[in-house]
């Protein structure tokens, strides 16, 4: 039995379909990779999984956690959950910490909501948990407002939360987007080796191809609320069948050969993403896809097409040129970590 399984889930807004039928499995020590622009509905995807969706969003299909579905829970119930068997890490820390409370308090009150235990015992669990996200003097930073830490202090934090109760699952959303690059570096190889040492099935969500190249060993790619492509990463990367994950490709790759500024013309995917509600019917993609035929005004199922999965009228049959190039942001040993 998989760790966590999405059955197609689908969330609504009123009559607009934000995520449409997403499905993926998850075992333990398994890392899959969300990408795709803003707009797409990776958050939300993520935000549905966990329970956390505002009022006004509706979710349908399963979420199952072992034999559990979390959408079929009350609200007590999903509160058990979350935090227990599955966590997440928010990209915003400063927003998802409370201000007026020592962050050494917040991790404590995160234990005891879940575990049977003392103050005494959740306040030194959680001096402990500080030491194992790496803070130098974690008796004294356990003391401090979350106003008095860095950025990645901070995200430090929540990732001792978010492992505080041993969850099997762990969700991380843009979680080094608001850091600079050194940090970064730094909190992926953390990220890494606590899911390793937890067995922990994680969901990446990044905007960067890079981090999830080298973090994650799945992957799936998500534009207008559907997975359009998903498989093994190197795979995906290296032979992108969809024109929507060759467009992504080709962007991250000129982006990063530009950076010594000798290359005046970057490829860009034309257009923007469509607002919720706004996608045409059909493949999402469609408007701004050269490849677009009149038989793309109906959805393609997502099948195999080479070696994984997408879904295309017009599949590409060939790699991506340029290939996206190794990430300067993740160390060698990591960048191998997440690969098969």
Known sequence: MSTLSVRNLTVTLGAAVVVDGVSFDLEPGQRLGIIGESGSGKTVTALAVMG??????????????????????????RCEVRGGTMAMV?????????????????????????????????????TELLARVEFTDPARQARSYPHQLSGGQRQRVM???????DPAVILADEPTTALD?????????????????ENAALVLISHDLAVVSGMCERVMVMYGGHVVESGNTAQVLAAPRHPYTAGLLATSAAVSLDSDRTRLEVPYIPGQVPAVGSFPAGCPFRSRCDRATAECAV???????????????????????PQIPASPQIPADLAESGKE
């Open 52 to 77: 956390l969706l505002a009022p006004s969003l509706r979710a349908t299909g399963q979420v199952l956690i072992g034999d559990r579905d979390l959408l079929a829970m009350t609200e007590r119930q």
């Open 90 to 126: 928010f990209q915003e820390p400063m927003t998802a910490l409370n201000p007026t409370m020592r962050v050494g308090r917040q991790i404590a009150e995160a234990i005891r909501a879940h575990q049977r235990c003392t103050r005494a015992e959740a306040r030194q669990r959680a």
């Open 159 to 165: 990732l001792a939360m978010a492992i505080a109760c």
């Open 181 to 197: 690059v050194t940090v970064q570096a730094q909190m992926l190889a953390l990220m890494a080796r606590l899911v390793t040492e």
């Open 299 to 321: 959805m393609p199922p997502i099948e195999a097409v080479g070696d994984h999965l997408a879904a295309c009228h017009h599949p590409l049959g060939g790699p991506a040129s």
